[in-house]
């Protein structure tokens, strides 16, 4: 079992930025591509990036593309998301997820996910 825990949400101002930490325990973290999507009350699950194991595949919505980063740290079992030029639209529970297939990660089918953090943007 892959126990994620998200860290970093918190309240900020619009164009303001965040970064979210996402730690994995619980078993090996090889191979394992990771992601991040978010929950807004009555709205749709949304993906919102993507990162393969070795890093060399990301995958962004349409909607951060060019605000958003996704990056990881294999050696901390750790992924984390840049969030820049924030929205009030981005306001959601962001919620880490895994699965060793990438393409599982992306369509919102994985395997593993954390509790959640929520992010909160004023305007």
């Known amino acids: 079992q892959l126990q994620l825990v998200e860290s970093g949400g918190g309240l900020v101002q619009a164009g303001g930025s965040l970064r979210l930490s996402c730690a994995a325990s619980?078993?090996?973290?090889?191979?394992?591509?990771m992601g991040w999507f978010r929950q807004a009350p009555g709205k749709e699950r949304e993906t919102v990036a993507a990162?393969?194991?070795?890093?060399?595949?990301?995958y962004y919505a349409d909607s951060v593309k060019g605000r958003f980063t996704i990056s990881r740290d294999n050696a901390k079992n750790t992924v984390y998301l840049q969030m820049n030029s924030l929205k009030p639209e981005d306001t959601a529970v962001y919620y880490c997820?895994?699965?060793?297939?990438?393409?599982?990660?992306?369509?919102?089918?994985?395997?593993?996910w954390g509790k959640g953090t929520l992010v909160t943007v004023s305007s």
């Open positions: 997820n895994a699965d060793l297939r990438y393409g599982a990660v992306v369509a919102g089918n994985m395997n593993y």
């Open positions: 990162i393969s194991w070795g890093g060399g595949s990301t």
């Open positions: 619980g078993r090996t973290f090889t191979g394992y591509a």
